[in-house]
Each structure stands twice: as C-alpha cells, then as structure tokens.
C-alpha cells in the first residue's frame, strides 16, 4: 500500500504554499469585511500558470489529476485565505469536468484555453429556490427554438456568478411528469450569463463574504444549441460525473482551514499566559488540539485514499463521500476549537479564527450536505432503504 506522495507531488504543494504565502491574513480579513473579489489573488495564480492545473494539456493547461488539483486547494485554504480563496477559483481548477468529458470539441476550444488562463471567469447554477437538494425537482425550463433554447427560471446560492462570464447551467428540457425516471429529462448547457436577460443579486450572509453568491432569475435567456454540454436529456449523469471529484476538492479545503485554525490555536496556546502558565499547559485546552491534529490527519488518508481512487479510475463515490464528511467535521472541529483556545480573542476579527469558523463551517451545508452524504453511504455502501 502506498499512501507517500510523489516527489513531483510534494514539489507541486511546496510550490503551492509559497504562491499563496504573497497573501495573509489581513488582505483576507479585508477582502471578507469590503465584500470584494479577491482578483489580485486571482490574477497572481493565473499569471503564474496555477488555474489551468487540471485543464487538458491540449487546451493549454497541466493535465493533472484530482490528487494535484487537492492538494493545491488545500494550500490556498490553509493560507489563511479560506473560502474566500478557495472559492475565487474552485469552480475555474475542476469544475470544468463535465465540459471537458462530453462538451464538444467546439465548446472546449472556444471556452477550455481562457478558463485555463484565468482570462474566462465561470460559475455552476444548479441549486433552485424550491427544489434544495431534491435536484430532479428543478424547473428552470429550457424550450426549443429552432436552433436556440429559451431558458426561463430561478436560481439560487450561484456562488460568484456576480463576477462570472459565464455559466455551467442545469435545466429541464422534458417535464418531469413525462420521463421514466426524474433523473431523465435534464439538459445541461455551457453559456452567457447575458446581464440582460440575467438579473443577478448577491445574498447577504454570514461568511465567505469576498465572494458572491447569488439569486439568478432568469428570463427567455436564448441559448445556441452549440452551448448544450452532451445529449438533451443527460445532463444530470454529467453532473454526477463532476460530484465526486468536487467532494474532495471541498474536502482539502475544509483541510486546510482546519489545519491554518490549528497552527493559530497552538501558537496561541504557547504563547497566552494566565494564572502564571502557558494555557496550552491545561489538558483542557491542549487535549482538544491533540484531539484535532489526530481528526485532520485521519481525514486527511481519508482524502489521499479518495483522491488515489479517482485518479486510478476506480469506483470513488464511497471515498469521495466519507473524505467530504470526515474533513468537513475535522476542519470545523478544529476552527470551532481555535476559537475557544483564544478566549475573548477568539471573537474578535484580529486573531483571525472567527473567519476560519464562519467560512468553514460552510462546508458542511455546500456542496451537499453532512445528512446527504450519510443517506449516501447509508444506502448505497450499507444498503439500507432510502429515505428520500
Ligand atoms: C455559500 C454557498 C455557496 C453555494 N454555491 C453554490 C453554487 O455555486 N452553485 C449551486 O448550484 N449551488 C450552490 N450552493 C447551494 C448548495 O449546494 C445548497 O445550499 C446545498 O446543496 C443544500 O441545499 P439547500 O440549501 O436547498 O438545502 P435543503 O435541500 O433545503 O435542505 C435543508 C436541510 O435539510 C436536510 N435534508 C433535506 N432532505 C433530507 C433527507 N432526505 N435526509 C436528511 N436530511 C435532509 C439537508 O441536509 C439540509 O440540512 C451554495 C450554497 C451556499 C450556502
């Protein structure tokens, strides 16, 4: 069994932490409180060659594999950028997936070379107002006009669409009452997100403020059939397809956050003296970040093994699932830990870990949620009968 890195691997995560090491904590906090895209952020990893990782060499990117694309996730959260990183450039690193596997060779020439640039920002509009996680239950429609699709819906939660040229955008083509199984009927598209058919508005919320999420009301949007990724009619199975690699970049991300919350809490817990001892002396405090440091570098395995699995080409549903789970309670646990080690200060925006807990606690909401991925594992690993 081998769980070591490779050498180019261990390169890549060095070089990694040393691009990310240009940007602390302040610039973060900054970005979070003035609710702004982080582009020199942005801009620095594309000029550096870091957003087309994953992108297939012949449209101009690395070639690499969901391993290559964690690990360089999990360095730009653990930055102390958290989310507010991580999200800046999530969707650019893998969330091409589906395009990039059944888009036709037109859509990938015109879109895969600016997104591995950094030039083409894009975003991911599943989620709807009264559908959650019941994706079948979607209704933003898509109705045939001559060559064109007219779409017509609402969207919700579409994270950086704000900033977004555009769109990897699910819709039903055929109602639901009228295929075999709700999973039928549903047809992706790769497309403008033409501002004025697109009303865009940022939701307010409690974390990852530097970037948007957002409410799409879209209406009579006309795509060109050469804008639909694969078959009418598939695009739910092309999305399942992106699922799994996408859990464990969340998964790494979650990672890194719990791994920069727990380099804070240490180095405050040596530091902070009270009643004539370092409060890291108390089992009361040092227990939990021993406790926490165990947690991370299990779910980490958990991940190496989820991510090997992928890249192997092996089934990876169970691993991608239980490496999403894990991490996303491990990174929480420890930030949440992070701000009890800091007393008082662990409240207030100095110190830092305050964000690393909001934006953290994230991760077990989105992209699914922990009760999802239980359902998973409870019904297709344990075979129990489904709920839902
Ligand atoms: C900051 C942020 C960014 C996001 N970015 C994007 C994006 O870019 N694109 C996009 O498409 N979406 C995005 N989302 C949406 C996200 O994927 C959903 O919020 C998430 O999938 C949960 O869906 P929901 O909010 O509709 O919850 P609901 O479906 O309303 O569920 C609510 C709660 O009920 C639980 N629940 C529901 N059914 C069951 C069941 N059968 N068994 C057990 N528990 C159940 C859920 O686990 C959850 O805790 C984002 C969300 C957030 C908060």
Redesign the pocket.
């Known amino acids: 069994m081998e769980f070591g890195l490779t050498e180019e691997q261990v390169e890549l995560r060095s070089a990694a932490q040393d691009i990310v090491s240009a940007f602390d904590d302040e610039y973060w906090a900054q970005k979070d409180l003035a609710k702004e895209f982080p582009t020199e952020f942005y801009d620095h990893l594309a000029s550096h060659g870091w957003l087309g990782i994953t992108t297939p060499e012949q449209y101009g990117g690395g070639g690499m594999g969901i391993t290559e694309a964690t690990l360089l996730l999990e360095a730009i959260a653990a930055g102390g950028g958290a989310m507010n990183a991580a999200s800046s450039v999530h969707?650019t690193i893998f969330g091409m997936h589906p395009v990039i596997v059944h888009g036709s060779d037109e859509l990938k020439q015109e879109n895969l070379p600016r997104v591995a640039s950094g030039d083409l920002h894009v975003?991911?509009?599943?989620?709807e107002p009264d559908?959650?996680?019941?994706t079948t239950r979607i209704t933003t429609t898509a109705t045939r006009r001559g060559t064109d699709y007219v779409v017509r819906g609402r969207?919700?939660?579409?994270?950086?669409a704000l900033e977004s040229e555009r769109i990897l955008l699910l819709t039903r083509t055929t109602p639901r009452s009228e295929v075999e199984k709700p999973t039928d009927g549903l047809t992706l598209f790769f497309t403008d997100l033409d501002r004025s058919r697109v009303d865009i508005r940022p939701i307010r919320?409690i974390g990852?403020n530097a970037v948007s999420?957002n409410e799409l009301v879209i209406d009579d949007l006309v795509v060109p059939e050469a804008h639909r990724v694969g078959e009418e009619g598939k695009g739910f199975s092309y999305i399942l397809d992106g699922l799994n690699p996408e859990r464990m970049l969340i998964a790494a991300e979650a990672l890194g956050i719990g791994r920069a919350a727990l380099a804070k809490a240490t180095a405050y817990a040596k530091d902070r003296v009270v009643f004539d001892r370092a409060i890291g002396m108390n089992q009361g405090i040092q227990f939990p970040l021993a406790d926490s440091l165990a947690k991370l570098d299990a779910a980490e395995l958990a991940l190496r093994h989820a991510t090997w699995t992928y890249d192997q080409g092996l089934p990876s549903g169970r691993t991608a699932n239980t490496a999403k789970y894990l991490c996303a309670e491990a990174g929480y646990e420890a930030a949440d830990r992070a701000v009890q080690t800091h007393g008082g200060m662990g409240y207030s925006e100095e110190y830092h870990v305050g964000r690393y807990l909001r934006e953290v606690r994230?991760m077990r909401?989105?992209?699914?949620?922990?009760?999802?991925v239980l359902?998973y594992l409870g019904t297709k690993a344990l075979g129990l009968p489904r709920?839902?």
Not at 123 to 127: D, L, M
Not at 131 to 134: I, K, N, V
Request: glycine share 6%.
């Open positions: 969707m975003c991911f509009g599943v989620t559908a959650g996680l019941d969207k919700v939660w579409i994270s950086k919320k990852r999420s994230l909401i989105a992209p699914v949620s922990q009760e999802m359902n709920s839902y």
